[in-house]
């Protein structure tokens, strides 16, 4: 089973408009974090936001914030105001168990989220 | 501009030479990685590196071969590649003891086997 899924492959939203990017995920652990990631055409991933699982707030960070819903096993990123530059491909991801960063990152498929003026 | 460099930004080989891809960080992490990243696809794991000792390796084939100089250096050498091989390279790295623990990625080494 796919630990972390993205439905959605490709999202469209005009400039200045809100746009929720999906991810739900799968884990037996009672520890782990959640990552959002924005990967531009030139290739460098870029930390967005991030949600830990014993969190009881929903993490923001500028215009982007996740709404997590841990019973629903969902994560899902929401970014206000859009910008142009913010078309890119969008990751969720996941790293299961505590403290230790060491270990594997796990991808979702992504989301190929498009900004029109 | 992104703290983890990598070079080169492209590469193309054939299936008989080696060459190798460096990535270089100064925020003092000491745990690196490497990915790989197929067009379309999510990042793959292959290595990771904490305090300079390999701790993972993902059933990656022979003809990668990872180096950790020091703490802020990591390499890839490459020998022997296949076509199928070719993708976006990318180097990460982290604090070990961080809660939040998220990865520090570079702009990657895009890498083409003739």
């Known amino acids: 089973a796919q630990k972390i899924t993205q439905t959605q492959p490709g999202m469209f939203v005009q400039e200045k408009e809100a746009v929720t990017l999906d991810c739900t995920y799968d884990?037996?652990?009672?520890?782990?974090?959640l990552f959002w990631y924005k990967q531009p055409s030139s290739g460098e991933m870029i930390f967005l936001i991030y949600?830990?699982?014993?969190?009881?707030q929903n993490a923001t960070e500028g215009r982007y914030s996740l709404n997590f819903q841990k019973a629903r096993k969902s994560a899902n990123l929401v970014i206000s105001a859009s910008q142009l530059g913010d078309s890119a491909m969008y990751f969720c991801?996941?790293?299961?168990?505590?403290?230790?960063?060491?270990?594997?990152?796990?991808f979702g498929r992504g989301t190929q989220l498009t900004v029109w003026p | 501009d992104t703290e983890v460099t990598q070079t080169p930004k492209h590469l193309v080989m054939g299936m008989t030479n080696k060459k190798s891809l460096k990535c270089e960080q100064h925020?003092?992490?000491?745990?690196m990685y490497w990915y790989k990243q197929k067009a379309k696809k999510p990042p793959e794991l292959m290595f990771v590196?904490?305090?300079?000792?390999?701790?993972i390796n993902e059933s990656v084939p022979s003809r990668f071969s990872p180096e950790c100089p020091n703490s802020s250096l990591l390499n890839l050498h490459l020998h022997a590649l296949q076509p199928e091989d070719s993708a976006l390279y990318l180097c990460?790295?982290?604090?070990?003891?961080?809660?939040?623990?998220?990865?520090?990625f570079g702009e990657g080494s895009r890498l083409t086997v003739l």
């Open positions: 990460a790295s982290s604090q070990p003891w961080q809660s939040t623990g998220e990865l520090f």
């Open positions: 884990t037996s652990d009672q520890s782990y974090g």
């Open positions: 949600q830990g699982s014993y969190d009881e």
């Open positions: 991801a996941m790293r299961e168990g505590r403290g230790s960063t060491l270990g594997r990152l796990y």
């Open positions: 925020m003092g992490h000491r745990a």
């Open positions: 590196y904490s305090y300079e000792k390999l701790s």
